[in-house]
């Protein structure tokens, strides 16, 4: 099976003893049937423990989310959403100032978002950081940053709404969620190094600035 | 000074014993003083371990970088980039296809970057993940996250060219590139919660659908 799923066996193992994994059927004494559900789940322990770096506790309520087939969609992304926020916990909480602001960026452009959403957060903590070393970002940085993430989000909604099945748009809703971060933070280093290029030319080699 | 600071007491011992900081003038046998100076780094290596994540190591090699005072400033981005693309070193290299896609993303956008850019890495690795739940993101998809990646890239190089200080310009470099990405994944959460609503409903109380 870690075969199929192009996986470490060791990593499979690992995720066995984590409880990531249901049990296979055991087809013989010595020998257990994993089926392509199986292989599916592996990969997807895989993104989001891996690639994504969620802890495995967090891994594991994002598959209970996944599991509960009942749930309303809306209801799995709420709780993978939470399941990554909780990503670092022993974080402190942000400034009432900065949560307010994050508030206002929210409501300046028509979100309609539940007060409990960890984007509230990890926005205001980041601002908090930015305002510690003497940059209290103007408005147009934040609504520079907000525009960015509208684009970004409605690109992952359009991405879901091409995915038939309810499994497969839960499991992208939550992979998505979980890269789509590192796949902005590359992108934004390459953009940043073309930028900068112009306004803090690097020392050229034949002596020009 | 980590009353100054608003930082515990604790994390300022802390980061003394791991060599973030620099040493105090002693001026009275059991009385070290420290100046502004040392307010103000305190204040940098906890917006970039705590509220960025760095890892001390990685802390220590951007605040290496911040002291290169000759360094020309696209030289400290460089090495603030690549200490934050070492924060989960364990990973294994991304796919050539993969990371060809995120070559072909930044030439079609003209952006003009070194291969060693930590970015293509991150966002290559990214696209397997995405891929390994079968979900190879269409072009769209991706232009939508690198447009995104160019507007807060665009905010980041403006809010540098408002600080006039070298010391204050290469704080907000990487203060800025380690805390723009929690920025940018709190206001995506928030914008996917908006997008979210109205593609799947939560089931209302009222029973409204």
Not at 43 to 55: H, I, M
Not at 69 to 94: D, I, K
Not at 147 to 165: C, H
Request: charged share 20%; net charge positive; hydrophobic share 45%.
């Amino acid at each position: 099976m870690a075969q199929r799923a192009g996986v470490p066996l060791s990593a499979v193992k690992y995720y066995q003893r984590e409880g990531l994994l249901p049990a296979g059927a055991r087809s013989a004494p010595n020998q257990v049937a994993y089926g392509e559900e199986h292989v599916r789940r592996v990969r997807l322990v895989r993104a989001l423990l891996e690639t994504g770096g969620l802890s495995v506790a967090a891994t594991k309520d994002v598959i209970a989310a996944l599991d509960a087939e009942a749930a309303p969609l809306a209801r799995t992304f709420q709780v993978a959403q939470h399941a990554m926020g909780a990503r670092r916990v022993q974080e402190s909480a942000p400034s009432g100032a900065a949560r307010a602001r994050v508030e206002a960026l929210a409501a300046a452009r028509g979100w309609c978002v539940t007060s409990d959403n960890p984007g509230f957060e990890a926005a205001a903590r980041a601002l908090d950081g930015l305002r510690s070393i003497g940059f209290d970002p103007p408005q147009e940085y934040l609504d520079a940053y907000a525009a960015a993430a509208g684009t970004a989000a409605a690109a992952d909604l359009q991405a879901l709404s091409g995915r038939g099945e309810r499994d497969a748009v839960a499991e992208l809703m939550v992979v998505g969620t979980v890269l789509g971060d590192p796949l902005f933070a590359g992108l934004r280093r390459l953009a940043q190094q073309d930028a900068t290029r112009d306004a803090f030319p690097a020392p050229a080699r034949g002596g020009r600035r």
